[in-house]
């Protein structure tokens, strides 16, 4: 029986009851198997199922169920079955047509990974030119920014949580991560066209400059001495000097290589510049790069849902940033990130997978359930349901089922796709 359920015959089913139903997705013409009945018209339907019972949430409940004696003073003639027949058809139909846009969705999100998966050989290619040959890493950078600007420039974007790089990838992936944060910022900011050609640039070859720092260093997962660390933050200056000789360094790409690590109230470096001193593309960089470090970080430390990153974020380090961005970059995500596992109003645990642009508090959820094979999960558009997120849901609190259903990721990364 499920938990905080009470088995309840189909006879005393009325609106407004939360309960679930013991058969498979695929064996009843409702969209979830938990759910609230709506109206008399559904309590009908569920009663013409192959069930004699439901499984009765008093809690999530908004009515109680009929009287037991209802089950033997029912008229069979004010059930017109005719009625009843057309109600579930009418269901069945609307679920078809669900399962045929979740199939669309998901095929939407293969097309955005191969952009993906392109993006991340573009950054391959561009960390193994610069230094040997500028002047071709400057081809692959313009090819870069061109395509991400492309799928940027859709009037409805949505955010796209990805398929996880391996861990010898990280750099292009948290690079790839900076870009396409950066570059919806943004957007949201009201950049032109060649602002955020200068922004994208400078947030593709922000770190850049970690090729010249030794590898044991870049990758240790440990927490970095501090002479290793001094070591690091070289790649601040490696990074400006590997980009003088590419036709795609401005002034202002310049600025950002530069400054990526600088925070507004002084404690970044490598010159420790504050406020207004700090270029505004720049502190959107070192905004993104510090977000999406605590989502991929690097030594040691602990990776956050991007539900907890944004808080960290918002509330321990508002100082760093620029308050105006800052509150910008909150809005522009949505209180739930992709890659959140969130518990919904409903009950159910699902995961966030992309937020729309233009409905941050509608995003579309990926749900846990473990009688539909887990490559066919229900995904919920919250713009087309009732359903609201009560909470987010940390990773070590999930029971293993549900982590390997879900496969929430322990390093996020994100893409962009204009067709939301």
Sequence with gaps: MAAGSIKLSTERLQAGLYIKLPLKWRDHPFMLNRFQIESDA??????????????????????????????????????????????????????????EEQRRFRARIQKVQQHYQRSMAQLRAINMKVSQRPQAANEDVRMLVDSLMVVGGEANVTLHLMDDPSLAEDMYAHSLNV??????????????????????????????????????????????????????????????????????????????????????????????????????????????????????????????????????????????????????????????????????????????????????????????DPEIPADQATIIDMRESDLEIDTAVPISKLPQEIKDYLKPRTRISYFMDGDG
Excluded: W
């Design 42 to 99: 559904q309590a009908k339907v569920i009663r013409s199922l192959p069930i004699s019972f439901v499984y009765y949430y008093p809690d999530k409940s908004i009515s109680t169920p009929l009287p037991a004696l209802a089950e033997k003073t029912e008229n069979p003639d004010e059930v017109d079955p005719n009625a009843v027949h057309r109600e579930k058809e009418a269901m069945e139909q609307e679920k078809q047509k669900r399962i």
């Design 179 to 368: 870009a396409v944060l950066a570059l919806m910022l943004a957007r949201s900011h009201g950049y032109d066209n060649d602002k955020i050609r200068a922004l994208l640039t400078g947030a593709v070859l922000h770190d850049i400059g970690t090729k010249k720092v030794p590898s044991a260093i870049i990758r240790k997962k440990e927490r970095l001495t501090e002479p290793e660390m001094n070591y690091y933050r070289l790649h601040v200056a490696y990074g400006s000097e590997l980009i003088t000789e590419m036709d795609e360094c401005t002034p202002s790409v310049e600025k950002i290589l530069a400054q990526h690590h600088e925070y507004a109230d002084g404690s970044g470096f490598p010159d420790g510049l504050q406020g207004d001193n700090i270029d505004e593309m720049a502190q959107i960089v070192s905004m993104m790069n510090f977000y999406d470090r605590l989502c991929r970080p690097q030594f040691g430390a602990p990776a956050r849902m991007p539900f907890a990153a944004l808080s960290h974020l918002f509330k321990d380090n508002k100082e760093k940033f620029n308050p105006r961005l800052l509150a910008l970059f909150v809005k522009m995500m949505g209180v739930y990130p992709p890659g959140t596992v969130v518990r919904l109003s409903s009950g159910e645990t699902g995961m966030i997978i992309s937020v729309n642009s233009s409905a941050l508090l509608k995003p579309n959820v990926m749900l846990y």
